[in-house]
């Protein structure tokens, strides 16, 4: 679990950051989608809002972005393995875009379980209300300010997407935090041995370039010392 091919492991790490920002801005439009065409009129006129609404827009959009923002810093990482910060940054990205992200596709399968439930009386709240209880699955005889036509199936096709998008979210995310903790040699995945080896490359690396600037530095120095030669 905790194992980072050091050749490998950064085209794999790169892969995981591309597929969390498509999967991110796809998770984002459908939330806008929903929001725009369905739920942003349960509001109105009553103002009242629902727990669909809530558990739909605030958490998917959020955790869309922060997908986003995650699958950059792996991608980031990918191309800087030793640099601290960015390990750091893909640590605390990834980790709580988990806990988002599963905050995410809990709650919209609890919206979906609401939703068919009581047949979607939630999505008619801004209707009026009459003594006939107001579904979305027959919703012909309610007055309301917005097009009721198949809101139901709608929003459900849109619901039902977006939770498989918000655990695969989860998915990748977890990955990418035990990439992290095993760049940064953490528990569980202290027992690598690839911290070691980066921050050998990079000693190395720096040193190499210490000899190049010293033998360059001479070179001038002995160019000024004979001009003639």
Request: proline letters at 3%.
């Amino acid at each position: 679990m905790c194992a980072f091919d050091k050749d490998k492991g950064p085209g794999r790490l790169m892969t995981k950051g591309l597929t969390l920002i498509l999967v991110g801005h796809i998770n984002f439009i459908l939330g806008a989608i929903v929001h725009g065409n369905v739920l942003r009129h349960i509001s109105k006129p009553s103002h009242q809002i629902t727990t669909e609404y809530t558990t739909a827009n605030i958490i998917s959009v959020t955790s869309g972005l922060l997908s986003i923002a995650t699958g950059i810093i792996a991608i980031l990482v990918s191309r800087n393995l030793h640099v601290l910060k960015l390990q750091i940054g893909l640590l605390i990205g990834s980790f709580l875009n988990a806990l988002l992200s599963a905050a995410c596709c809990v709650g919209l399968l609890l919206a979906i379980g609401l939703t068919v439930a009581h047949d979607g009386q939630g999505l008619m709240q801004g209707c009026n209300d009459t003594e006939v209880p107001i579904n979305a699955r027959s919703p012909v005889s309610a007055q309301c300010p917005f097009d009721t036509t198949r809101i139901y199936d709608t929003t459900l096709s849109l619901w039902i997407p977006s939770a498989v998008l918000a655990a695969v979210e989860v998915g990748l995310s977890v990955w990418c935090f035990v990439v992290g903790l095993t760049l940064r040699g953490l528990a569980p995945c202290s027992n690598s041995y690839i911290k070691e080896q980066l921050e050998e490359e990079a000693q190395t690396s720096r040193n190499t370039a210490d000899i190049g600037f010293s033998t360059q530095g001479q070179s001038l120095i002995g160019q000024r010392l004979n001009p003639d030669a």
